[in-house]
């Protein structure tokens, strides 16, 4: 699993645009601050919708500060899944230096 700070992976999604985003959070937080285009999914439910995906496709995870979606990745991996990017620092992260504009919790 690759872990990305925001920065870099803004970078990334702009030159890889079919690029999987997942975020990982309970409902009330994505409904606070997501970044667009991305699937929510809470973490609860992840285990029933990962054959929603392929395995060689490019995803990122997200949560928080990037725990939880860390946690996510690896179970990702321990299935085969071979693209796996981690947002580090999370959707707090992306909003104190990618989008400033976001609301922060």
Known sequence: MIEMKATELNEYIAK?????????????????AFIKDSIHIPISEIQNRMHD????ENIVFICHHGVRSRMVGIYFQQNDFKNIINLSGGIDSWAKT???AMAVY
Not at 17 to 27: G, H, M, N, S
Not at 53 to 56: L, S
């Open 16 to 32: 890889n645009p079919k690029t999987v985003l997942i975020d990982v959070r309970e409902t009330w937080e994505y409904n606070v």
């Open 53 to 56: 995906f392929d395995e060689h």
């Open 98 to 100: 990618v989008d400033t």
